[in-house]
């Protein structure tokens, strides 16, 4: 293969740590069920594995209804009451989009022509003499243009005159009750077909097997097409007598949730009602909803209007809805969606792992309690997975003391204080991993002794009492040395094997039958590189490298730690003084990194 699709072919995984626990176990499956059970549940309530589509509709309506009124007509001078019908044609209006109008009140102004005659009298319009009127003044408010005179409207009130249609409308208040107060029985058909052109569905609210003689009910006929308008504002809870006077605006909402599986199927209207104007008719400065609206006629040769202030109540029809239908894809979007949820086991039993793990065995405020049973328990699963990685700066080093359990972390300069000195972070011991030792099984057999040669360790001692007059002042154990290296770096090899006075780490056993046994170094070598052949010039210094990282490895247990740690100068000189350079200096440690 060539080079360049090495790197493409490959996959990276996470490795995973199990922690074998009925507790965890069960809290992880618990919260498995409750996940499962939720998203299923919310798949099948919500059919999220539909593909929804808003509808598309057109609508229709037909309203129908007559009612009688009584009307006030000024015929010959003289007030009259006439009863007159009014039928579909007469207070329905045709409006633009998904709305109707019905008219429940109005205000008629009759035989309007065009001429000059004083305005209605009100606060603005009322005038004392000419000079309160402008002539071509035009009051936005006003019926008509102002001629500049002040004439007698009625008795003795006087206000501007104007060129208007001809007499002004009266300000009058809407008349109470609502001359088609019983509009309230008129009825109106919807006619509401929707389509839902992704699914490539159509249907209609008036099916065939309908019954047309209906009327809406919200219980007993809800799929009625046919509603009676009082009906309506009774489901808002108004009262249509009151919003008759004024007008208003009523919402008719169609909503369409269809479910167009072939198995499921369902796709049928539901109708609810809105009142969308201000209710508070009383406050609102405008209140209700009114027009105008002229017919016009002739009469004698003269163009002549009646004026209609009409007042009535808007429909607007609101269709929404959505239909919906199975698809693949979206199952599989909403599946892929939910499948992170599953990992809330795992961010819940972590968060219990860490929380209690240090924070309640780390402080020791509960020395025996029976939260700290269970917090040692996560402190240990907390260790087996967390490999905690200090960042590898030029100034991080290790030191071990052989007086101490723990290691001690240094992480600053130095600055020519010694090792020694320097207090460090407490860092716990790695546990001793014995297996590594296990593949050494030279190590623990004696050579046999050469007769006539004493034991290594008698030596050893005599030399450490011979010596011990000349340690330098940082040494607790006798056996230090002063370091070779120039000013400024010898403070790092000023570190003693003890912190404290007594027994050397040297005349231990395993130092000397691991570090500095040279056939066990030897075979460390080889075990590196099985087929090394040492010539006479390198073997001391390979060997003496090695024995540095035996004693790493053996007093700071991980790799990790041993890169950085510090050798004490007692062990570094009888290392080198096992393995001795034939001439120049020693350089000492260098941070591999
Ligand atoms: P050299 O053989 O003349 O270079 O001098 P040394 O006997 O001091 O050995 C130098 C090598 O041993 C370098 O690779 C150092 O990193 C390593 N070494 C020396 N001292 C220490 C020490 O205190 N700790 C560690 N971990 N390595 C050391
Ligand atoms: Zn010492
Ligand atoms: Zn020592």
């Known amino acids: 293969m060539p080079a360049c699709c090495d790197d493409l072919f490959q996959y990276e995984t996470n490795k995973v740590t199990r922690v074998q626990s009925v507790n965890y176990g069960t809290i992880k499956w618990i919260i498995h069920v409750i996940v499962f059970s939720y998203v299923s549940f919310a798949l099948v309530s919500d059919k999220l594995y539909q593909r929804k589509e808003p509808v598309i509709s057109s ?31 007469d207070y329905t209006f045709p409006l633009q989009g998904n709305s109707f109008f019905v008219m429940t009140n109005f205000l008629q102004t009759e035989g309007q022509e065009q001429g000059l005659c004083p305005q209605y009298p009100t606060r603005w319009t009322l005038c004392a003499s000419d000079r309160g009127c402008k002539k071509g003044w035009m009051d936005p408010q006003s019926k008509g243009i102002q001629t500049g005179r002040c004439i007698v409207f009625k008795e003795n009130q006087k206000t501007c005159e104007v060129s208007a249609w001809c007499p002004t409308e009266a300000m009058e208040e809407a008349p109470r009750p609502a001359l088609l107060n019983s509009a309230e029985n008129f009825t109106v058909l919807i006619k509401n077909n929707i389509d839902f052109p992704g699914h ?25 097409p046919i509603f009676r308008l009082g009906d309506i504002f009774r489901e808002t809870g108004d009262n249509f007598s009151e919003v008759a006077i004024q007008g208003g605006i009523m919402g008719i909402e169609i ?52 004026l209609i202030k009409v007042f009535g109540i808007r429909f607007d029809i609101l269709v929404f809805g959505t239909g919906g239908k199975f698809d693949f894809i979206q199952l599989i979007v909403y599946i892929g969606s939910t499948l992170s949820y599953f990992g809330l086991a795992t961010v819940f039993i972590d968060l219990l792992i860490n929380t209690y793990s240090s924070a309640c065995c780390r402080s020791h405020v509960y020395p025996r309690c029976r939260c700290c049973e269970s917090c040692a328990v996560n402190e240990y699963y907390y260790r087996k997975k967390c490999e905690p990685v200090v960042e590898p700066k030029m100034t991080l080093k290790y030191v071990s003391f052989v007086d101490e359990s723990h290691i001690r972390m240094v992480d600053e300069q130095l600055l020519g204080r010694s090792l020694q000195d320097v207090k460090g972070e407490k860092v716990p011991r790695p546990l001793m991993d014995f297996t590594d030792l296990t593949r050494l099984p030279l190590s623990l057999e004696d050579p046999a002794p050469i007769p006539g040669q004493p034991e290594q360790i008698q030596l050893l001692s005599e030399e450490v009492i011979s010596r011990s007059g000349s340690t330098p002042g940082w040494c607790q154990c006798g056996n230090c040395l002063p370091s070779q290296l120039p000013e400024g770096l010898r403070c790092l090899e000023e570190l003693c094997c003890r912190r404290k006075p007594g027994a050397c780490i040297i005349t231990s056993e395993p130092f000397q039958k691991l570090i500095l046994a040279r056939r066990v170094l030897h075979f460390l070598l080889l075990y590196q590189e099985p087929l090394l052949v040492l010539d006479a010039d390198s073997t001391n210094s390979r060997l003496r490298h090695c024995a540095y990282r035996c004693y790493a490895t053996w007093r700071f247990g991980s790799p990790d730690l041993a890169d950085f740690a510090i050798l004490p100068s007692c062990c570094r000189w009888r290392i080198r003084k096992e393995f001795p350079k034939s001439r120049g200096q020693y350089s000492g440690f260098k941070s591999p990194y």
Do not use: M
């Open 200 to 224: 490539n569905y159509t249907t209609r609210n008036i099916l065939p097997d309908i019954n047309i003689t209906c009327t809406f009910h919200k219980t007993q006929n809800p799929l009625c």
């Open 255 to 306: 909503y369409w949730d269809c479910n167009l599986d072939s198995w499921s199927h369902h796709c049928h209207p539901k109708y609810s009602f809105r009142r969308l104007d201000d209710k508070t008719t009383n406050e609102s400065l405008y209140p209700g909803y009114n027009f105008r609206y002229a017919k016009y006629y002739k009469e004698y040769g003269i163009e002549k209007r009646t």
């Open 59 to 89: 609508v229709h309506t037909k309203v129908k209804g007559v009612v009688e009124v009584k009307e006030e007509v000024v015929e010959n001078g003289k007030k009259k009451v006439v009863q007159r019908v009014f039928d579909t044609a």
